[in-house]
């Protein structure tokens, strides 16, 4: 169900149900979640890519398991709760999409820190097609990325918009050719590894509360781990770097 690389201190995870466009049952779901909580928790890894194949990221929730699942059951099952898990990943994470980025597809790229797209990827929240609503972020996290207009259109139209439009309004990062898009991502990925990983993780965190606080607390959040950073030993070797006018070498510490 999902394929596992690892290079120096990058991981690089691949969905893999290609007879299933990478559709997300609750299985695979639960063991992206287990497989990033524990490398979040692996001293060693500094960032993460994920990716689907060259037809799909993944084409949404399972439409066959969705079709047989009561509302009571969601409630048990805590439907979302693995969402959540993989939403609130401390390290650094890079979506490669190629293909089709729809529905649970487009919010599991959205759970990631910055998405790589190729110039044939399709993005959408098709669900309102289905006779549903996003159910994964797609109407909450889509408008705080693209704003209300672009995200009213997303979901109440549920077409699929290209990469190129996604750009434009903000929800990727860069565009690149079909066979180039993992080896952007796993750029990027080595770039940020090689930065102060104690640094990295704070400055996503304070990223991710200005989405969610007021600007005053998001501040106060911001200033604090600033604070702290000062007690790592990553500062202390990153200004004396900067001083003796050498590279730095960062320790994770
Ligand atoms: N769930 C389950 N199976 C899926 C699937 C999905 N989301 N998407 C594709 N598949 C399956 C198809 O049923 C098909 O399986 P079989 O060969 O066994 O019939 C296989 O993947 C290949 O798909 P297609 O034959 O349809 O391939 P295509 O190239 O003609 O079309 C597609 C590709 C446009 C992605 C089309 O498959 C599609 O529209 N998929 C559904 C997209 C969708 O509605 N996603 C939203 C799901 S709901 C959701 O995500 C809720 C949420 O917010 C969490």
């Known amino acids: 169900m999902l394929i596992i690389e690892k290079k ?59 079709a047989a699942t009561k509302p009571v059951e969601f409630v048990l099952k805590q439907f979302f709760r693995d969402w959540e ?13 190629n293909g089709y980025a729809l529905g649970g597809g487009n919010e ?19 669900e309102i097609l289905l006779g549903v609503i996003p159910g994964a972020g797609g109407t909450q996290r889509l408008t705080k990325a693209i704003g209300r207009a672009k995200a009213m259109e997303m979901v109440l139209t549920g077409k699929t918009f290209s990469a190129a439009e996604a750009l434009a309004w903000g929800l990727i990062n860069r565009v690149t050719a079909p066979d180039e898009v993992e080896n952007e991502a796993l750029k990027l990925a080595h770039e940020i590894a090689a930065k102060p990983p104690v640094a990295v993780r704070l400055a996503k965190q304070a990223i991710n509360k200005a989405q969610e606080l007021p600007l005053d607390h998001g501040l106060n959040f911001e200033q604090n781990a600033f604070y702290l950073l000062f007690s790592s030993e990553d500062q202390q070797e990153g200004m004396q770097a900067f001083l003796e006018k050498r590279t730095p070498r960062f320790r994770g510490k």
């Open 8 to 66: 120096d201190h990058v991981v690089k995870i691949s969905l893999n149900r290609p007879k299933k466009m990478n559709a997300l049952n609750t299985e695979i779901i639960r063991k992206l979640a287990d497989t990033l909580e524990e490398l979040d928790r692996d001293s060693h890894v500094r960032a993460i890519v994920l990716t689907g194949n060259e037809k799909a990221f993944a084409a949404g929730a399972d439409i066959n398991e969705l």
């Open 85 to 97: 898990r993989i939403r609130t990943i401390s390290k650094p994470l890079i979506a490669a999409v």
């Open 108 to 126: 599991l790229a959205m759970c990631c820190d910055m998405i790589i797209a190729s110039e044939t990827a399709k993005f959408g929240q098709p």
